[in-house]
């Protein structure tokens, strides 16, 4: 293969390259949406919760029987979004594509790099051709004008 079909090829993983890191990029932003959207509000309402037993307990304190009520009220606490199963499904699904695209970017980085080492001795290759084509141009030359 010629330097330029190599350099051809390397720029077309490349371009596939960027494609897959820009598909995982996207796809690592709606992830991240699915934790903030849902985890967010339920943040804010176990903090309530907390405040509130606070506040009971300290208005509570040493009254036996009502210290139960103020640790009952932290079981009401909310679960994270992610405990949700279509939520946690679809966040899991969104995980494994983005491995599978750090997997595709990983093959594909390393077929670059053989490309890389390919137009690299193509290149020298080609070089050596075109001076051992130079030299003989010369040596014929010579010969000529020696008649």
């Not at 993983?13 to 903030?36: F, G, H, P, V």
């Not at 690299?120 to 040596?139: F, N």
């Amino acid at each position: 293969m010629s330097s330029w079909e190599i350099a051809r090829d390397k720029a077309a993983k490349q371009l596939e390259k960027q494609t897959y890191e820009w598909r995982r990029d996207q796809i690592i932003a709606a992830r991240d949406k699915i934790s903030d959207a849902s985890d967010n509000p339920v943040n804010g309402i176990n903090s309530k919760i907390d405040e509130c037993t606070e506040d009971l307990a300290t208005g509570i304190k040493g009254i036996g029987c009502l210290d139960a009520l103020a640790l009952s009220m932290l079981e009401k606490k909310e679960v994270s979004g992610t405990s949700d199963v279509r939520l946690n499904a679809y966040y899991l699904k969104l995980c494994s594509e983005i491995g599978d695209c750090n997997c595709k970017i990983d093959a594909l980085e390393s077929e670059i790099s053989k490309l890389e080492q390919q137009y690299q001795q193509a290149v020298e290759a080609e070089e050596r051709a075109r001076r051992e084509a130079l030299e003989a141009a010369i040596k014929r030359f010579n010969e000529l004008m020696e008649f």
